[in-house]
């Protein structure tokens, strides 16, 4: 009997004993989790114990890996050790090149086959020839991002990646050129949700055919838009499912109010745009959308420009949960050296004018008095005026203005 209960005292210490160590186990993998990427690697070091380098290489802290500011000497034990922790994400921006760039991508893409669990990876500056090797090797990739891409890219890549859900690919510097059209993207149109394809230019009638096959689409941003087919809002509202719309250097008119079949559109930014004649007509139906970001630009008729734009909004837009409008600088210097001694008299804060008609005259309002107008007519909106450099229009997102 004495034997038997001290099997139990014993049983239950064990017990105690083991949900003790699987706490601290726990434990450590919460502190390892708020561990910078450099402290985790020191705790994979040989002569750290055996059980805090067996939990640093517990695959929850590594579904997805960062290099920034981190040298890779050796891409291959790198690559093996991607695949024993099973990493979902890496993020190669801002890390330090130990060798010269030709280099360290040739011996990135030779060890690219053994990113067999990676999903997402974001990308810093890159060559197109360089990005369609890496992505030869990753056909499982779901999100790419490649913001500093050089010319030229070749889409036919891109379109063999089926399960390609977030695709983002820009330049840092000029036009980005895509090689082969936009065509190869159809085959994407089964999982492709949102495509950013900013500082792309040379897009004819044919690509646009094809983003309109993407039919899941919910986010997309399209880059100079010059030679975009009047067509372009029509081809977008056949995508249901879009929730959010970019569109950069076009022009925009009556054929705006092709969005009124969007219903799950929700935000649309115009930037860079020529507001037509019918845009303010154009703009009526259109009550699915809930935040706007209009950042115009002028060839001629400025006041009538602004006209549509004001009235368009403030008459046919007053659900807008958000209406943000901006102007350049270098715009309103112009505006005042045409203008000249008509604004001199007035306070420095109001002499940059917005040109707008009244009736048969032109009205020139300050920008502080614009602002009050718009908030009158939409008191339920959150409303701002914006200034900055004509350089600096496409740094506007309305999910960085909306904080």
Avoid at 79 to 86: I, M, Y
Avoid at 105 to 119: A, G, H, N, Q
Avoid at 186 to 212: F, H, R
């Amino acid at each position: 009997m004495i034997q038997m209960k001290q099997l139990r005292v014993n049983d239950k210490r064990r017990r105690a004993n083991l949900i003790s160590m699987q706490q601290f186990q726990v434990d450590i993998l919460r502190s390892f989790m708020c561990s910078s990427t450099s402290a985790l690697r020191n705790a994979l070091n040989p002569k750290v114990c055996k059980l805090w380098r067996e939990l640093a290489y517990h695959n929850s802290l590594w579904t997805s890996l960062s290099l920034k500011n981190m040298k890779v000497y050796d891409w291959e034990r790198l690559g093996e050790f991607l695949l024993k922790v099973g990493s979902r994400g890496i993020d190669l921006r801002k890390m330090v090149f130990v060798k010269d760039r030709d280099t360290t991508w040739s011996e990135v893409i030779s060890v690219s086959p053994k990113f067999t669990y990676l999903r997402k990876i974001q990308l810093p500056r890159v060559s197109g020839p360089v990005l369609s090797d890496l992505i030869s090797c990753c056909p499982q990739l779901e999100i790419l991002n490649s913001p500093l891409t050089t010319t030229p890219v070749d889409a036919t890549t891109l379109g063999k990646v089926p399960n390609l859900k977030e695709l983002r690919l820009k330049t840092g510097l000029g036009l980005l050129k895509i090689e082969s059209g936009l065509k190869p993207l159809e085959s994407l149109s089964g999982s492709l949700t949102s495509l950013s394809l900013l500082t792309v230019s040379g897009l004819a009638d044919c690509d646009y055919d094809s983003i309109g096959t993407l039919t899941n689409l919910e986010h997309i941003e399209l880059g100079d838009c010059t030679e975009a087919p009047l067509t372009i809002f029509k081809t977008l509202s056949d995508l249901l499912k879009l929730q959010r719309i970019r569109l950069e250097k076009g022009s925009v008119g009556e054929n705006i109010s092709k969005l009124q079949k969007s219903d799950n559109l929700r935000q649309l930014e115009l930037i860079d745009f020529h507001v037509l004649p019918g845009f303010r007509t154009g703009l009526a139906g259109v009550d699915n959308i809930r935040k706007l970001l209009i950042i115009p630009t002028y060839k001629d008729e400025v006041a009538r420009s602004n006209t549509e734009i004001i009235e368009g909004v403030t008459s046919n837009l007053k659900h807008l949960e958000s209406f943000y409008l901006g102007v350049t600088n270098e715009w309103l210097e112009a505006m005042a050296m045409v203008i000249g001694d008509k604004q001199k008299h007035k306070a420095p804060g109001d002499r940059e004018c917005f040109p707008v008609e009244k009736g048969d005259r032109v009205e020139y309002i300050s920008l502080p008095g614009l602002y009050r107008r718009i908030c009158r007519e939409m008191p339920g909106s959150k409303v701002k005026v914006l200034k900055m450099s004509a350089g600096a229009t496409c740094k506007q997102f309305i999910r960085s203005l909306d904080k």
